[in-house]
């Protein structure tokens, strides 16, 4: 994220620098026109594909208070479908939103006391508006875990599959998320983001959206719920961390635990998708492909599923040791400067303390010390 400078000088209407500096109010105005079409009847049926979640199933179920009096109640379960699409751009107007409010009330006032370098400005907003983020989705996917009992077997992430049917809060945890990744896209032009930074964040929201779209479309929805909220704790922790790094460079032990989870949370995820896809579906009862049931339990699908998870496992390793092997060296380097420094400090030390002793013999000597004294000597 680039710093945006705030000039007095009001910018031309509809112009980059109008748009970019008031991308909030404009991006507010086009929420509040969903929202206002809720208050009419003939715009109504239009706004709610955009607020509400869609393709809602009501299930019967006879459950019983007492043994005589039975009592049918009703629960409701919501599978995906094209008019996502239209709930997913809503809620990624929401992100915007809250990204914004999260910048100017947060994020730059702590950026107007601390006085960080560019470099620094631009590392803590994405370390800060990430923390946030993490911090919510940590916190409400361990919630739907804990509510619908998926820690308690891991043969639930793959009993009863397809998992088609999905509670409302399941359903809304995956819609904000594909919201907040597509929402990172207008971002790097509303935060004016450095052409170099622009790849790589472009990497890591495309990887995003494919694994989020991916179990999202393929019933996997338990199994992606677990490894987001396993990978976004890591996560939390590392931003966490360098927050901590900015407002003090000598508070490195949270590098040092992320580190360590890191290198486990690659090994657990690999280890939960390969039970999961790789031995769980594949010994399942229901196997082929179904489009209208949801059942994609097919050899290709799940040899896809592994290819796909084993290899951004793999990159995120890859680039993990890079940048420990590119620490270790700079340390090295900077040990080395520092032991080269200490010999020739200590030697010129012993250089000007041998000066002192020295007495001089000669004429020429006498005089380049102390010619005052060539003169006042009345043996020379």
């Known amino acids: 994220m680039g710093i945006r400078k705030k000039t007095n000088k009001n910018p031309p209407v509809l112009s980059h620098e109008f748009v970019i500096q008031n991308h909030a109010d404009i991006v507010s105005c086009v929420a509040m026109v969903f929202l206002l079409g809720l208050m009419f009847e003939v715009t109504s049926k239009f706004a709610v594909l955009f607020i509400t979640v869609q393709y809602n199933v009501t299930i019967s179920t006879n459950g019983k208070l007492n043994i005589e009096a039975p009592e049918e109640t009703a629960v409701n379960y919501f599978h995906h479908g094209i008019k996502d699409l239209a709930t997913i751009f809503f809620y990624m107007l929401v992100a915007i939103i809250m990204h914004a409010i999260i910048q100017e009330y947060v994020?730059?006032?702590?950026?107007?006391?601390?006085?960080?370098?560019?470099?620094?400005?631009?590392?803590?907003?994405?370390?800060?508006?990430?923390?946030?983020?993490?911090?919510?989705?940590?916190?409400?996917?361990?919630?739907?875990?804990?509510?619908?009992?998926?820690?308690?077997?891991?043969?639930?992430?793959?009993?009863?599959?397809?998992?088609?049917?999905?509670?409302?809060?399941?359903?809304?945890?995956?819609?904000?998320?594909?919201?907040?990744w597509l929402h990172a896209l207008p971002e790097l032009y509303f935060q004016k983001t450095k052409k170099e930074d622009i790849p790589r964040q472009l990497v890591y929201v495309f990887l995003y959206l494919v694994h989020i779209a991916g179990a999202y479309i393929l019933n996997l929805n338990r199994l992606g719920l677990v490894l987001l909220v396993l990978h976004y704790f890591i996560e939390l922790l590392f931003h966490v961390s360098r927050l901590v790094y900015f407002s003090n460079e000598n508070r490195q032990m949270g590098f040092t635990i992320w580190a360590v989870l890191f290198v486990l949370g690659r090994l657990l995820t690999l280890s939960l998708s390969v039970l999961t896809v790789g031995f769980g579906l594949s010994t399942a009862e229901n196997q082929g492909f179904d489009l209208a049931a949801g059942n994609f339990n097919v050899l290709f699908v799940r040899i896809t599923v592994l290819a796909a998870i084993c290899l951004t496992q793999a990159f995120m390793m890859w680039k993990f040791i890079n940048f420990q092997l590119r620490r270790w060296r700079e340390h090295a380097q900077a040990q080395t400067l520092k032991k080269k420094q200490v010999p020739a400090k200590s030697k010129s030390k012993k250089d000007k303390g041998e000066g002192k002793n020295v007495k001089p013999t000669t004429r020429e000597e006498l005089f380049k010390i102390n010619p005052n004294k060539l003169r006042l000597s009345p043996h020379i």
Request: aromatic share 20%; glycine share 6%.
């Open 107 to 180: 994020l730059d006032k702590i950026n107007r006391k601390k006085h960080f370098s560019k470099t620094k400005h631009s590392k803590f907003n994405e370390s800060g508006q990430l923390s946030a983020f993490y911090l919510f989705s940590f916190g409400w996917g361990t919630s739907i875990l804990l509510s619908e009992n998926f820690l308690s077997n891991p043969v639930n992430l793959w009993e009863g599959y397809p998992h088609a049917l999905m509670p409302f809060q399941m359903k809304f945890y995956f819609i904000c998320q594909l919201g907040y």
